[in-house]
T-cell receptor, first 113, second 115 residues
Framework: KNQVEQSPQSLIILEGKNCTLQ??????????LRWYKQDTGRGPVSLTI?????NTKSNGRYTATLDADTKQSSLHITASQLSDSASYIC????????????FGTGTRLKVLA | NAGVTQTPKFQVLKTGQSMTLQCAQD?????MSWYRQDPGMGLRLIHY???????DQGEVPNGYNVSRSTTEDFPLRLLSAAPSQTSVYFC??????????????FGPGTRLTVL
C-alpha cells in the first residue's frame, strides 16, 4: 500500500535554530515529491516540488532533499523564524493514478522566541 | 487573481441535512479536487475533476457528490450529513494534466460540524 510517513509528529525549537523534518514513503514509482506548509486555519501552500531524478530543491530558507534509493526525503529549515510555526506536509504523487496525491500526516513545528 | 475561493468558512449541520460547499478558481486550471482533513490523518481525496464535465472518485467518495459544469466552479454536495463528515474541507486546483509538476493551490477551507 502506498504510504507516506513523517517524523517527528511535532517539534519545538528556538528562533534562529535549524531543524530537519523527515519523510519516508513507499510509493513507487512516483512522479514527484512535494513539501507543503500549512499555517493554522489555512490551506496548504507549496514549498518545493522535486521530480524522482532530483536530489535537492531550495526555496529561500527551506531546502528539500530526496534519496530515491532509500525512499526518504527531508526538509531542512535554516535560521528559523516565528513565522515558520506551522505544519509541514510531505506529499508523493504516484506515476499511476497521478491525480491521487498521497499526503503524509505532517510535522507540527513550533518556533519559540 | 483571487486564486481558489471557498464558501462558507464555517457551517454547522444537523444529521440528515444536505448542503453544498462552493469552490471557485480564476486561474483557468483544468484539474480541481476536494479533500477532507481530519486530526491525525493526511488529507484524503474525496472527488476530483480533470476538466469541465469530467469527474471521478477519490479515496473517500461515499456520501458526497460533485459536478463540474464550468472550468471555474467545482461544488461539493453532502447528500445527507452524518457526524462522520465533521471535518475541514479543502478545495484545490492545479494547472496541467497527467504528470504535471505544476503547483497545487488550495482554498482557505470550510470547517464543517455535523451534530
Amino acid at each position: 500500500k502506498n504510504q507516506v510517513e513523517q517524523s517527528p509528529q511535532s517539534l519545538i525549537i528556538l528562533e534562529g535554530k535549524n531543524c530537519t523534518l523527515q519523510c519516508n514513503y513507499t510509493v513507487s514509482p512516483f512522479s514527484n515529491l512535494r513539501w507543503y506548509k500549512q499555517d493554522t486555519g489555512r490551506g496548504p501552500v507549496s514549498l518545493t516540488i522535486m521530480t524522482f531524478s532530483e536530489n535537492t530543491k531550495s526555496n529561500g530558507r527551506y531546502t528539500a532533499t530526496l534519496d530515491a534509493d532509500t525512499k526518504q526525503s527531508s526538509l531542512h529549515i535554516t535560521a528559523s523564524q516565528l513565522s515558520d510555526s506551522a505544519s509541514y506536509i510531505c506529499v508523493v504523487i504516484p506515476t499511476s493514478g497521478t491525480y491521487k496525491y498521497i499526503f503524509g500526516t505532517g510535522t507540527r513545528l513550533k518556533v519559540l522566541a | 487573481n483571487a486564486g481558489v475561493t471557498q464558501t462558507p468558512k464555517f457551517q454547522v449541520l444537523k444529521t440528515g441535512q444536505s448542503m453544498t460547499l462552493q469552490c471557485a478558481q480564476d486561474m483557468n486550471h483544468e484539474y480541481m479536487s476536494w479533500y477532507r482533513q481530519d486530526p491525525g490523518m493526511g488529507l484524503r481525496l474525496i472527488h476530483y475533476s480533470v476538466g469541465a464535465g469530467i469527474t471521478d472518485q477519490g479515496e473517500v467518495p461515499n456520501g458526497y457528490n460533485v459536478s463540474r459544469s464550468t472550468t471555474e466552479d467545482f461544488p461539493l454536495r453532502l447528500l445527507s450529513a452524518a457526524p462522520s463528515q465533521t471535518s475541514v474541507y479543502f478545495c484545490a486546483s492545479t494547472a496541467g494534466g497527467v504528470g504535471s509538476y505544476n503547483e497545487q493551490f488550495f482554498g482557505p477551507g470550510t470547517r464543517l460540524t455535523v451534530l
